[in-house]
């Protein structure tokens, strides 16, 4: 599956964003689906997941109640909404999709294994 990822953009603190993830190739339905996210000098974190099968979502705890994941299985696309952004949310955005069993909560980077080219969310105070 490829992964494309865009809707980044510059916003101020308190303000929301939504990114967007086109999958093509195989449906992504079939995969663990998540985003990630790298701000520099930092090593990438997990910010928010879709299990494969149950479509369960879950989330870091520093983007809980903030953001959604969610998914458009018709347009095959997962989506990001951010939502009273803070400028500690400043990154390069990732979207990820990876073959786990179903069901699976998969916080790390390493069972994904299909990458977006990233998306640049710059939040100013």
């Known amino acids: 599956v490829q992964l494309q990822a865009f809707g980044g953009g510059l916003v101020q603190a308190g303000g929301s964003l939504r990114l967007s993830c086109a999958a093509s190739?195989?449906?992504?339905?079939?995969?663990?689906m998540a985003w990630f996210r790298q701000a520099p000098g930092k090593e990438r974190e997990f910010v928010a997941g879709?299990?494969?099968?149950?479509?369960?979502?879950y989330y870091a705890d520093s983007v809980k109640g903030r953001f959604t994941i969610s998914r458009d299985f018709e347009k095959n696309t997962l989506y990001l909404q951010m939502n009273k952004l803070k400028p500690e949310d400043t990154a390069v955005y990732y979207c990820?999709?990876?073959?786990?069993?179903?069901?699976?909560?998969?916080?790390?980077?390493?069972?994904?294994?299909?990458w977006g080219q990233g998306t640049q969310v710059t939040v100013s105070s």
């Open positions: 990820a999709a990876g073959s786990v069993p179903s069901g699976a909560v998969i916080t790390t980077t390493g069972p994904y294994d299909y």
């Open positions: 190739g195989r449906s992504f339905s079939s995969y663990n």
């Open positions: 879709s299990s494969r099968g149950s479509y369960s979502t």
